[in-house]
């Protein structure tokens, strides 16, 4: 069977999901690929490392059952509480009873909201912020947030007196404080937990520590157990997320670095935000399962075709639940390589589920430095559980998203330590899969003679520059480093150099760093040139003397996209994304971004998610429409005094004085390279590229991505125009220079509100 290789456009908005930041969920679509591709129904599929419900629902629809695991007993909670939710009814009751609950004499509710008490700016009415912003250098909040319903005025406002004084009265390390210290690292535990639990609540304002404790206290009282309990548990996980001074302000480009706060931070209102996350949970919950198995037991002995069971648990436990060889498929996203996310993962499980809960996370939590090489152990022994599990034919595959490249390299070499054998590693933007196979291969196993160390390096050298300049020259274009990372790491596993490295004596270096540094010496080589990314920490690499190459990628893809869409009435993002992926297998895998701008290009909308091709894009319609801009173009210059004529292998030109002052190639595809290639026949020329509208977003899209492109495109000065702009001219009863510049451009100043002309 062929390996499964498209992934699905775009990613969800990570503020709308709950507890974004310990969970790397597996992109919906994804198991139900691999789930048809590999297994039959009834069979069940594991899921070792559960993150979410999207995994559950796609294998269960398939009429295939699911076990899901995970060791962190907060996104069990999660992922039960999302397919087994409590009725809409009763968590809205719980919520409100909550709210109702006597403190001080009036409602929680009102006594949680007014921590956040204000003053409107407009009218001086009492108000309730939604929430402050704090400057972390200053150590208080600058800015609040706030919506008055008596004279309707929304928005931010600055900090006044009367709210630092209001701030100042929570007090910072009373009952509250020590109930929630006690709670996460006890007297007598040892110094090292509780230091680390000290600093970790420092990630909270004291107004907001002592809104969560108080919550916390009353979440309890009403509900010491059952499931409104841990409903309300898994609210409160939401609520401990969003409300910890981790998030940034609204439409902040700020990284998030591990732990540190960043420069501005939001101190959210305990309760709204409380509130907030109702709606979140049951947007998860939006599908219950109604098989889902009670206990492990339950799901064992049960004879339904389509059933699942999730709960706590460990890989190497898994031996005593399911018999060797029994699986066709296990689908995971592996544990991420991120100690904030451990330390974050231990308080708030701790915090909402009891210290005995989350005893499995202890020894991450200690683990204060991400070590790539530890991670790569650990998850060695964890894979040769799963490979145990796996029949001869079995997959094994790891979805990673929004991982580090050395997480990728170290799962690599644990696989290869666990004699997996590599199936086929994608990658796509962030995203990357690894399938893997329980069959190392006799072919691969007589490699394993270990050569000298400097004899290994040079191995390592060679493969890594070959499988480079392979994948660069099947794109034909600048290729981004992650596409370049996935093309090496998949050739020398396939190589058995991995296996080589882990059995050679390499001293004091890792594995992981031997191979790293003979890749590094690899890309110095002089066939290769780096380029600027379009971020700042990322590479393009090219070659430096291209030579009989294919056409771009991003050109072919777009061909591709419009003869998928012209190939079906109507069709899904998903579908659309499937088909298009479909014709670029492996390294050829191409973004996510391109191919939904050449969605964007090329389709309409015409319901929510389903597209299909313009009646303007269909090729007949097209090609004369070029020639009608043609004539345009030549119509247009001689009445702005030129001398209009055709102009191999151009497609018009405007000559004065027996001299060419403009070349004009017309095109309806972005076919930038095939107009750029036309560049040394310039000369003194003004060139541009004429386009349909509906390319320029394509078009600026390829540029963005091209360095070598948008250099070319300064040098020789080309410039771009729409379709519809020359259409425009042509009606116009008078054209000069002066109207011809307000059209020309991607973002011409014609389309800009209140543009204005420059006069040079």
């Not at 009373?174 to 990630?203: C, F, I, K, N, T």
């Not at 002592?210 to 979440?219: C, H, P, S, V």
């Not at 017309?666 to 095939?674: D, G, K, P, T």
Request: proline share 8%; hydrophobic share 45%.
């Amino acid at each position: 069977m062929r390996p499964i290789g498209y992934f699905v456009p775009g990613e969800p908005e990570r503020d709308k999901e709950v507890l974004a930041r310990l969970r790397w969920p597996i992109p919906g679509g994804v198991a139900r690929a691999y789930v048809l591709a590999y297994t039959e129904p009834g069979d069940v599929v594991l899921e070792p490392f559960c993150q979410g419900p999207a995994v559950v629902r796609e294998v269960m629809a398939e009429a295939r059952r699911v076990l899901a695991l995970n060791f962190d007993p907060s996104l069990v909670l999660l992922v039960r509480s999302a397919l087994a939710p409590l009725p809409a009814h009763e968590l809205d009751a719980a919520v409100t009873r909550l709210g109702d609950y006597l403190k001080q004499g009036q409602p929680l509710r009102r006594y949680l909201m007014d921590l956040y008490a204000t003053t409107c700016p407009a009218c001086q009415h009492p108000v309730v912020a939604d929430y402050f912003v704090w400057d972390r250098e200053r150590g208080e909040p600058v800015i609040k947030y706030l919506r008055c319903p008596t004279c309707g005025r929304e928005g931010e406002a600055a900090v006044e007196a009367e709210d630092r004084d209001r701030l100042a009265q929570v007090p910072r390390r009373a009952m509250h404080y020590h109930y929630v210290l006690d709670r996460l690292a006890p007297q007598p535990e040892d110094d090292l937990l509780r230091g680390r639990m000290e600093s970790l609540l420092q990630l909270y304002t004291p107004r907001n520590l002592y809104a969560l404790a108080e919550l916390t206290l009353k979440i309890e009282a009403l509900y010491p157990e059952g499931p409104v309990r841990q409903a309300l548990m898994a609210l409160l996980l939401d609520c401990l997320d969003r409300s910890s001074s981790l998030t940034p302000v609204p439409r902040s480009t700020a990284r998030q670095r591990g732990l540190a706060r960043p420069n501005r931070y939001l101190e959210r209102n305990v309760w709204l935000t409380f509130e907030e996350a109702v709606g979140r949970l049951k947007a998860m919950a939006v599908r219950p399962s109604p098989n889902l198995a009670d206990s492990i037991e339950a799901f064992q002995s049960s004879t339904r075709e389509s059933d699942a069971f999730i709960g706590p648990g460990l890989v190497r436990d898994l031996a005593r639940l399911l018999p060797p060889r029994s699986l066709r498929l296990i689908l995971t996203s592996p544990p991420p390589l991120d100690s904030a996310a451990w330390s974050l993962a231990y308080m708030w499980g701790a915090w909402t589920l009891g210290r005995e809960a989350v005893g499995s996370l202890r020894p991450l939590f200690r683990q204060r430095t991400p070590d790539p090489m530890w991670y790569a152990r650990v998850m060695s022994g964890s894979l040769r559980s799963l490979a145990e599990l796996l029949s001869d034919e079995g997959r094994l595959v790891l979805v990673l998203s929004r991982q580090r490249t050395e997480v990728v390299e170290a799962l690599l070499l644990a696989a290869s330590k666990a004699r997996l054998g590599v199936v086929a590693l994608f990658q796509q933007g962030a995203d990357y899969r690894l399938e893997l196979t329980p069959t190392f291969g006799p072919a691969l196993l007589a490699q394993l003679a270990q050569p000298s160390a400097p004899a290994l390096e040079g191995e390592i050298r060679r493969v890594a520059l070959e499988a480079a300049l392979e994948v660069i020259r099947a794109r034909g274009e600048p290729t981004a480093w992650r596409a370049v990372h996935a093309a090496i790491q998949q050739r020398l596993a396939l190589s058995g150099l991995l296996v080589r490295v882990l059995e050679s004596d390499a001293g004091a270096v890792s594995p992981l760093d031997l191979l790293r540094s003979q890749v590094t010496e690899a890309l110095r080589e002089p066939v290769l040139q780096a380029l600027p990314g379009v971020r700042e920490d990322d590479t393009l690499w090219w070659l430096s003397e291209p030579s009989d190459l294919p056409p771009p990628l991003c050109d072919r893809v777009e061909e591709a996209a419009h003869q998928v869409l012209q190939d079906n009435l109507l069709l899904a993002e998903t579908g659309f994304a499937a088909q298009v992926c479909a014709r670029f297998p492996g390294p050829l895998t191409p973004e996510a971004a391109l191919i939904a701008v050449c969605l964007r290009s090329y389709g309409r909308e015409i319901t929510a998610g389903h597209w299909q091709v313009r009646p303007e894009d269909l090729p007949a319609a097209r090609t004369e429409e070029r020639k009608a801009i043609i004539q345009d173009l030549l119509s247009l210059g001689q009445r702005l005094g030129y001398e209009p004529a055709p102009c191999e292998p151009f497609d018009a030109a405007w000559l004065q004085g027996g001299e060419v002052r403009a070349l004009f190639v017309v095109r309806w595809r972005a076919a930038l390279s095939e107009a750029l290639a036309l560049s040394p026949q310039v000369e003194a020329a003004v060139p541009y590229l004429v386009i349909p509208g509906g390319r320029a977003e394509l078009v600026s899209y390829k540029l963005a991505h091209n360095p070598l492109w948008q250099r070319t495109v300064e040098q020789v000065g080309w410039r771009f125009i729409k379709y519809r702009h020359l259409r425009q001219l042509k009606s116009e009863p008078e054209v000069n220079e002066y109207i011809l510049r307000t059209v020309v451009g991607l973002d011409p100043i014609v389309e800009r509100e209140a543009g204005q002309i420059p006069l040079f």
